[in-house]
């Protein structure tokens, strides 16, 4: 790479100075993010930092004039940052990014108004992303990655400065995504709690203030929480709203929500349309809908089998292998009707023998005995309505809706 | 010890006669005729004006300071002369007076000759008796080269060096430079000035903090004597040791004194300074007792002056701004003289250094240095550190030294302070003991400067001074702008000689230092239970040098605290305007280095080296209770800050170095082992946990082979013990304190005990109790092996077996979890079954079981035991229990086991 004459490179970075501090004083949060971006490689910024490497003395121009001087606590590590992240140290550039955004924050305290809020975002993005990728600089190195930690102690301080009554608070859900994107990361999702409390309890937060991308962000991520808890019910309302309120050009994320929202409508008895797995490359639940639907135990199982590290890696395997006992409602339900087809009287009376035969030619090979507990349970979770004869081995259906629907409510657990 | 406190506090009315008759007896000793009748009359004027200076306090009438000169010159020339002479009783007399000042010599050679009896223990007049004997000698052969260099150093502090002050900006250069005698002069002038510009800056109150925290160091350093007094024996080894160390640093002061007194006589004045630093040093190191004596002198002799009528008792605070105000006034006053005679001499100064012989102009460095950082910082830690250190650079490198300072001027120094610090390297637990004593030396450094600067006060440096403190107060703030300090630097070489001599006489004056406890304690409602306290801040003191912050030292609410808390930020100050110098890191590792080592090398000097533990750790024991654990772990902190620090400056032959020293010291350390145990034993009744610790690393060390562990592994690593008990059974015990190697079993025994517990037919209990007692050896001895995995999953399978889930979770499952993550084999997938079993058990720990799926390995799915497990978990969730009957019917290993409990749990 052609590096820039000693010229050239002062002139980027008194450019980048001016811009900056211009943007300070016209509180032009645009231009200051743009100049904060580093990881989006813009041009403008990779050839600064080409130039703060080949300059070198950058600190002597932010100490040459005042203009730059009083912000020189955010901009020397700033520039440190640029030149060590050009030069792919991270772990280095994590650090400097770490007292740059310290030094901003404490600027950002003073100010009034929430002008700078969309550079805070940048700064929160920044760190995180940043942290994320010194951390697999540190793995590789054989050291223990802990600058997404770190990244996650500053962002709570963020949050503290945010978290207050006045116009900053609206960046408050923004900073707690990033602290979600983090703790689910790292896998320290009981992090999440006492932010979770602290915007759904706060009276300062009213939920509907906040943008919606943070809002669609913030639903996402406490539906998955949801999820973890099994709490069907409400990870259907948090990603579901997060669902309608997507942008539903994005689709990326519409699928990431889908991914989840799926699991859940399928516990609650509500199957996707064929259409909607096609469209969002979901296609690993597609064997799971059609074992609901056909009460296909073997698809079910091994649709788990073949998807299970992803399943295990999204935390969804157990809310899929929950389903398990739908699908025996559908077998036994298929059982009934086709018996009602022969005998309409007496198809009430389900042999045992009948659905062990039934999972022999799905080929699950279950005795009487197992078959019996699988009734039972299914009985006691009010997936079937009856009751069961152990001497004959027969199971007794209610005629009056022996197999009644979830409809949205979640199996009896 | 508090005989002598008594005294002091009627000696202030006492003092002058006490003086007046001290000077009458010295006089018919014989000293020099010249010196003597003229010093006699200006000696009780000066005292008379004295103490006038004192109560006018800031007013700084520098015709005071013209006396005191007068004073200095005489005290000195007699205990001059009574070394030479070999009086043995003059040697104490000699001690009080080789202090610059003459009140101050008076009263402690006052204190000392009625010392020995006050104490009442024996064991100071013995020791008083070595110092005499073996110092003597020395100090003779010292004294020619001395004589020789008195002149010389005159030159020393040189005005050329001052007017290379400008010329030169690297503080560093100067410091280091030892070979070169200008720049030696310089060095030790700078020292000087910083002092001065301290002054200046009108830290009086600082100053004055310094003698309190190093006062109540005194203290706390005479009572550890006290507990420890009945090793007089010790105490005497160390001091001839000491007094040997000494000599060269003795040369060095001599100069300094000798530049106020005329040329001619500057030789005998020499020797006297030689002959009272020799007794200083040995104080210093020697008992605790010594070191009080060092403090009281500046005490004692501010007091006197100051409130000449007045109790001691009554003002204790007063006292001390007292103290500083004088010393103030008298601060410049040398500074100004040294000056001007730097300038006379200047050519002498070049004929000496071609006389003195090498190891001399080593000594005079190695002082000098010392000089500057107590100067400078005043922290009494630095101090100690330095004086250390050329203390055994003049020992053990003088030989290679003088060729080096010769030829290498900026070499030396460094490699002095390098030898130092390799002996410093030693171990932490050497440390921790040895932190009492550098404080202890510290403080009666600390105590003698003051007491130089006071007592030396040529008019001629006065103007100087006051230059100095212009310069200085930008200084200050700035913590160093190298080309002030540089100037400050070579008037400070000759103020450093003063002090060395201070140093040397301040040994003598034990009583003072009883005064001050006494007057402690007066303030102190508490008598005896104030010295704690005073001790508590002299180990902060320490602490201060670590990084930590001052807020600690801030904890302790006696207002001794504050004092220390002062001084300590001003310590942190002046180490970082050293740091710039370059200087600074290896200051700092002295420093870190002379805390924990004296002690060791000491011992590994002479089998003597088992008293200084001993005392440090009775000394601990008293002030135990002082939250000495956070200390303790602080100073690691702070340690292996510093030692990263010092690695990053160590070359590869001093680090070789330092090795061959820890080696050697291991050695010594080997012998002396029983002793230490005993003592270990004594502490541990005390339950004073800094001992304990201590003492196990003393042992581990003992243990370690080569001993050449890197300074940079301190950690556990310097802990790990390697075991010597034979016995296969062993009952456990939950170790309270540091474990001792007697009784941990070595790895062949562990394996025996192991298969004994196995196959052992006794209950759970007792092959419980076993398993614990063997993982707890191992654990101590660090072995991570496949040993220790057996070991675990034996526990774990009785455990489980038995039904002890607890213990299967908590101790095995977690340790072996780690075990093999770190690569070690074992049973793993049996183990990870059981580990699944157990997360099923939790039922409703959704997370964690999907992680402990998730992490399950392909190799690991297709293993019988986890797959079963697999399917346990499978017929749980499913609610398929006819199948999880069938699959304990069938489980493998202790599935069975945990499958019965998970039944239990879930009432199945």
């Not at chain 1, 949060?29 to 403008?44: E, K, W």
């Not at chain 2, 100095?468 to 080309?483: S, T, V």
């Not at chain 2, 939790?842 to 964690?848: I, K």
Request: hydrophobic content about 30%; proline content about 5%; some cysteine.
């Amino acid at each position: 790479m052609a590096y820039p004459s000693m010229g050239e490179a002062h002139r980027r970075i008194t450019d980048y100075l001016n811009n900056f501090s211009d943007a300070v004083s016209d509180q032009d949060v645009a231009s200051l993010a743009q100049l904060f971006s580093f990881s989006s490689n813009s041009p403008s910024l990779l050839s600064l930092a080409d130039a703060l490497n080949f300059f070198q003395d950058a600190n002597r121009l932010i100490k040459q004039s005042d203009k730059f001087s009083q912000f020189g606590e955010i901009l020397a590590p700033l520039f440190r940052l640029l030149q060590s992240y050009r030069l792919g140290n991270l772990v280095d550039a994590y650090h400097a990014f770490e007292k740059f955004a310290n030094a901003f924050i404490q600027e950002f305290r003073n100010w009034e108004s929430s002008w700078a809020l969309q550079a805070l975002y940048v700064i929160a993005y920044e760190i995180r992303v940043l942290a994320e990728r010194a951390d697999r600089e540190l793995a590789s190195n054989g050291k223990s990655p802990e600058k997404l930690k770190g990244a996650g102690s500053f962002l709570m301080k963020v949050f503290g400065v945010l978290a207050g009554k006045g116009p900053k608070r609206v960046g408050a859900l923004y900073v707690t995504c990033q602290l979600f994107k983090i703790y689910f990361k790292l896998g320290t999702v009981h992090l999440c709690r006492s932010v979770i409390r602290s915007i759904e309890t706060a009276r300062i937060f009213d939920f509907e203030e906040f943008p919606r991308r943070d809002k669609v962000t913030y639903m996402y991520y406490t539906g998955r929480l949801e999820v973890f808890n099994e709490n069907f019910p409400a990870a259907d309302h948090k990603l579901s709203y997060a669902l309608t309120h997507c942008n539903p050009l994005r689709e990326a994320n519409i699928r990431m929500i889908l991914k989840y929202l799926i699991p859940v409508k399928l516990s609650l008895g509500i199957l996707p349309n064929a259409w909607l797995l096609e469209k969002y490359n979901l296609l690993e639940y597609s064997n799971v809908v059609q074992a609901l639907k056909r009460g296909d135990l073997r698809l079910l199982r091994h649709a788990l089998q073949e998807h299970e590290d992803r399943f295990l890696r999204s935390g969804v395997y157990l809310v899929l292998e929950k389903l398990e006992l739908q699908v025996y409602q559908r077998l036994v339900k298929k059982i009934y009707i086709i018996q009602k087809q022969k005998d309409p009287s007496k198809a009430h009376q389900l042999k045992l023998e009948v659905i062990v035969k039934a999972l022999k030619w799905l080929e699950m090979d279950m005795d009487l005995d197992e078959v019996e507990c699988i009734m039972t349970i299914l009985i006691y979770k009010n997936l079937v309505k009856g009751y069961f004869a152990h001497k004959s081995k027969v199971v007794v259906l209610s005629k009056q809706d022996p197999f009644p629907k979830l409809n949205g409510k979640p199996v009896n657990s | 010890m508090m005989n002598q406190a008594t005294n002091t506090q009627t000696l202030a009315s006492l003092d002058p006669n006490s003086v007046e008759s001290r000077y009458v007896v010295n006089a018919s000793q014989g000293q020099t005729s010249s010196y003597v009748p003229s010093t006699a009359g200006s000696e009780a004027a000066s005292w008379n004006m004295y103490r006038v200076d004192n109560h006018s306090v800031e007013n700084g009438s520098f015709s005071n300071s013209t006396y005191h000169h007068v004073q200095q010159t005489e005290p000195s020339t007699r205990t001059v002369q009574d070394g030479s002479n070999a009086a043995s009783l003059a040697t104490s007399s000699s001690l009080g007076t080789t202090n610059a000042q003459p009140d101050y010599s008076g009263y402690n050679s006052y204190s000392n000759s009625t010392d020995p009896y006050s104490y009442g223990s024996t064991g100071y007049q013995g020791y008083y008796n070595g110092y005499q004997q073996q110092p003597n000698p020395s100090y003779s052969q010292p004294v020619g080269a001395y004589q020789n260099t008195g002149a010389p150093y005159q030159p020393l502090s040189s005005f050329p060096n001052t007017g290379s002050y400008a010329g030169p900006a690297s503080y560093s250069s100067t410091y280091y430079n030892p070979g070169d005698y200008q720049t030696a002069g310089g060095y030790p002038s700078s020292g000087y000035s910083h002092q001065t510009t301290t002054w200046n800056e009108g830290n009086y109150s600082n100053y004055t903090t310094h003698q309190y925290s190093n006062y109540t160091p005194d203290t706390t350093g005479a009572y550890a004597s006290g507990n420890a007094a009945t090793n007089s024996l010790h105490y005497q080894q160390h001091y001839k040791q000491w007094s040997d160390y000494y000599n060269p640093t003795e040369v060095s002061c001599a100069p300094g004194t000798e530049n106020l007194s005329i040329a001619s006589k500057s030789t005998q004045v020499s020797q006297v300074p030689g002959v009272s630093g020799g007794y200083a040093t040995s104080n210093s190191q020697a008992p605790p007792s010594f070191t009080p004596s060092w403090r009281p002198e500046p005490s004692s002799s501010q007091t006197p002056s100051l409130q000449p009528g007045a109790t001691v008792t009554g003002g204790y605070d007063s006292y001390w701004k007292h103290g500083a105000s004088s010393f103030q006034n008298q601060h410049p006053t040398p500074v100004q003289q040294h000056f001007q005679k730097a300038l006379d001499s200047k050519p002498s100064y070049d004929n000496f250094q071609e006389q003195q012989k090498t190891a001399c102009p080593q000594g005079l460095n190695l002082q000098y240095p010392v000089a500057q950082q107590s100067s400078q910082s005043y922290q009494p830690p630095l101090q100690t550190v330095q004086s250390v250190d050329t203390r055994r650079v003049s020992k053990v490198q003088i030989q290679t030294n003088p060729r080096i300072a010769s030829n290498l001027p900026l070499g030396l120094p460094k490699m002095d302070k390098d030898g130092s610090n390799n002996n410093t390297t030693a171990k932490p637990a050497y440390i921790s003991v040895s932190l009492t004593k550098p404080i202890e030396k510290v403080l009666p450094n600390d105590a003698a400067d003051s007491v130089l600067k006071v007592g030396m006060f040529p008019k001629s440096l006065k103007n100087y001074v006051e230059r100095a403190l212009g310069q200085c107060e930008d200084e200050k703030q700035m913590a160093a702008c190298q080309a002030v300090m540089k100037e400050i630097i070579t008037k400070a070489t000759n103020d450093g000689t003063l002090h060395t001599r201070d140093w040397d006489a301040e040994p003598l004056f034990p009583i003072p230092n009883a005064d001050m406890v006494d007057k402690n304690n007066l303030q102190n409602p508490i008598p005896v239970s104030a010295i704690p306290k005073y001790k508590s801040p002299t180990k902060r003191s320490k602490s201060r040098w670590e990084p930590l912050p001052e807020e600690k030292l801030l904890d302790k609410l006696d207002p001794v605290n504050s004092y220390a808390a002062k001084y300590s930020s001003w310590v942190h100050v002046n180490e970082k305007d050293r740091k710039p110098a370059g200087a600074s890191s290896e200051g700092k590792t002295d420093i870190m280095n002379s805390i924990r080592f004296p002690l060791m090398e000491q011992k590994s000097a002479s089998k003597t080296v088992q008293r200084p533990v001993k005392r440090q750790r009775l000394a601990d024991g008293n002030a135990a209770d002082n939250g000495d654990a956070s200390s303790d772990s602080d100073k690691e902190q702070n340690l292996t800050a510093y030692y990263s620090g010092a690695i990053a400056l160590a070359n590869t032959p001093e680090e070789r170095k330092r090795r061959e020293n820890r080696s050697k010291r291991f050695e010594k350390v080997q012998g002396n082992r029983a002793q230490i145990n005993h003592f270990k034993a004594k502490n541990a009744g005390s339950g004073n946990l800094y001992a304990r610790r201590a003492s196990a690393m003393v042992l581990s060390k003992n243990f370690e082979d080569g001993g050449s562990r890197a300074v940079e592994d301190i950690d556990w690593d310097a802990l790990t013990v390697k075991g010597t008990c034979q016995e296969i059974e062993k009952r456990y015990l939950r170790l309270t304190s540091a474990p001792d190697p007697s009784t941990v079993r070595p790895e062949e025994v562990l394996e025996k005990a192991l298969l004994t517990v196995q196959n052992s037919q006794k209950n759970y209990l007792y092959k419980c109790d076993q398993l614990k007692s063997i993982r707890q050896d191992l654990t101590v001895q660090r072995i991570r092996n496949q040993l220790t995995v057996k070991v675990y999953e034996t526990h774990a399978r009785l455990s489980l077996e038995v039904g002890d889930l607890p213990e299967y979770n908590q101790q095995c499952q977690s340790q072996l979890k780690i075990l093999y993550g770190e690569g070690i084999e074992g049973c793993h997938m049996e183990f990870s079954a059981y580990h699944l079993l157990c997360v099923i058990m939790h039922s409703n720990n959704n997370r964690d079981l999907l992680s402990s799926m998730s992490r399950l390995s392909d190799e690991a799915k297709k293993d019988k035991a986890v797959q079963h497990a697999l399917a346990v978990r499978a017929a749980v969730t499913s609610g398929n229990y006819v199948m999880f009957f069938r699959l304990y019917k069938m489980a493998p290993n202790l599935n069975t086991c945990l499958m019965g409990s998970l039944c239990r749990e879930n009432a199945i």
